[in-house]
């Protein structure tokens, strides 16, 4: 985990409860308007920070880009929570106007409204005014609005930004065009209570906030069947250096498919050198591949408690370990909550301290 990931972790753990994790990013689309777009995005991410361990969600922030911006088209003069707010905390640093926007740049800066509309006609009055044609039909600048160097050049810079512009503005109204179709809102144009608009914008904001879980459960799910695949290949690799004598890899016909299998599963387990491997106390290492921080093939012995402090990060369950019947495991988020519960700031290494003194108590009560 980066520390950027850490960072919205903890963040996540500080600021949203894990109850309403999970409800954060359909009702930072369902009300994107009247929270405004910081307030919005900042709500969708620091669910997904909750939930998916620091990680962002692309899907949720897309679906509140939408959602803001469907909800301004219909109400062009809606004052959002965010307006509110940026220009209430903007009142600290403008003193003369008493009405500055902190947000302002970021809640409208990134797709204005009719600004390419507005520049392609301004641009296209300077080109009517300010540009000629020359002997072989090409327009160009003005000589005497531009200067004989840019007409030489046949430059037609005006023309070029309108259309430009003219682009520019189509994509922001075909974006605006598909939020809409998508997040209409709760009301009609009477403003009174639509079912089928508050059904299409409450699924929309549902389906896009389970798209980051269902993409976690995919990433998962490919590596579950990668290591059973490994698991599968391994043990007729080694069925074939028991029945051969030899590795696959010093097979003298060597199939390319079955080889490149092998360069993956075989030989990054030692199985070169023949034999079973990768056993620690007796146990399988069954299907897990090692995490960073353990050599290959082993597992951790936790059938005398154990902090885990192996692996990429958590809620990856990619630390191979054998656990024996009666007993329990934490996760890492329960490791967190005891540290704060016995007074820490949620430090799962000073949980585990505190976890080991706990677990002699209770042994020897038992």
Request: hydrophobic share 35%.
């Amino acid at each position: 985990m980066g520390k950027f990931s850490k960072l919205l972790d903890r963040a996540g753990d500080m600021f949203m409860p894990k109850e309403l994790a999970p409800f954060a990013g359909p009702l930072s689309m369902m009300f994107a308007g009247p929270l405004g777009m910081p307030l919005a995005l900042g709500l969708g991410q620091l669910g997904s920070a909750k939930m998916h361990s620091g990680k962002l969600d692309p899907y949720t922030a897309l679906g509140t880009v939408m959602a803001g911006r469907a909800f301004n088209a219909r109400n062009p003069d809606y004052i959002s929570a965010s307006d509110k707010l940026g220009k209430g905390i903007g009142t600290f640093f403008d003193k003369t106007e008493g009405n500055a926007d902190l947000f302002a740049g970021f809640e409208k800066g990134a797709f204005p409204k009719n600004v390419g509309q507005d520049i392609a006609g301004v641009n296209q009055d300077i080109a009517g005014v300010n540009t000629v044609t020359n002997s072989d039909g090409v327009i160009q600048a003005d000589p005497q609005a531009y200067g004989p160097g840019v007409a030489e050049e046949g430059l037609n810079t005006a023309v070029q930004d309108a259309e430009k512009s003219n682009f520019f503005d189509k994509t922001i109204k075909g974006f605006d065009s598909v939020s809409e179709t998508i997040f209409p809102g709760f009301t009609d144009e009477d403003d009174k209570f639509s079912p089928l608009k508050a059904l299409t914008t409450i699924g929309s904001a549902t389906t896009l906030s389970q798209i980051m879980p269902l993409a976690e459960e995919l990433k998962k799910q490919e590596m579950k069947d990668r290591e059973e695949e490994g698991a599968m290949w391994r043990t007729w690799f080694e069925s074939y250096t028991k029945s051969t004598g030899r590795s696959y890899g010093e097979s003298p016909y060597p199939d390319s498919q079955i080889m490149s299998l092998w360069n993956e599963y075989g030989k990054p387990f030692g199985l070169a050198m023949g034999g079973r491997v990768g056993y620690n106390m007796g146990g399988d290492t069954g299907i897990i591949a090692a995490a960073p921080g353990m050599p290959e093939g082993m597992q951790l012995d936790g059938r005398d408690g154990l902090f885990i402090s192996q692996g990429i990060e958590e809620k990856a369950d990619d630390v191979p370990a054998m656990l024996s019947k009666n007993e329990f495991v934490l996760t890492a988020d329960a490791m967190k909550g005891f540290d704060k519960m016995s007074g820490g700031n949620g430090n799962p290494r000073a949980a585990a301290q505190k976890m080991y003194q706990f677990m002699d108590q209770m042994e020897a009560i038992a």
